[in-house]
Nanobody
Framework: QVQLVESGGGLVQAGGSLRLSCAAS????????MGWFRQAPGKKREFVAA????????YYADSVKGRFTISRDNAKNTVYLQMSSLKPEDTAVYSC?????????????????????WGQGTQVTVSS
């Protein structure tokens, strides 16, 4: 069982930056690929970014590529999402997720159904 707790959300002006954190419980954090998703009101949950177990492989949605950076610190059981050049359309609840990966430490997970555990989410609001 893994519990995920996000933090770092808030209100920011367009063009600003925020860093989200996701702290995981348990001793097996390094066995999970991690991802960030977001859901805006009235819209479906969408993939934002993913990182492999060892942190060497990352993958981004086209809408955030070049503006967002995902990273992880396995010693601290934490994954981060650095968001820059924020736009009003980035407004959403951001959730982190953990997916068990056996063996392939450089694999990333993009599909929502492949994630096993989810955090409650943190609100990010970007004003114009």
């Amino acid at each position: 069982q893994v519990q995920l707790v996000e933090s770092g959300g808030g209100l920011v002006q367009a063009g600003g930056s925020l860093r989200l954190s996701c702290a995981a419980s348990g001793r097996t954090f390094s066995t999970y690929a991690m991802g960030w998703f977001r859901q805006a009101p009235g819209k479906k949950r969408e993939f934002v970014a993913a990182i492999s177990r060892n942190g060497f492989t990352t993958y981004y949605a086209d809408s955030v590529k070049g503006r967002f950076t995902i990273s992880r610190d396995n010693a601290k059981n934490t994954v981060y999402l650095q968001m820059s050049s924020l736009k009003p359309e980035d407004t959403a609840v951001y959730s982190c997720a953990a997916g068990s990966v056996v063996g392939r430490i450089s694999r990333v997970i993009v599909a929502v159904e492949e994630y096993d555990y989810w955090g409650q989410g943190t609100q990010v609001t970007v004003s114009s």
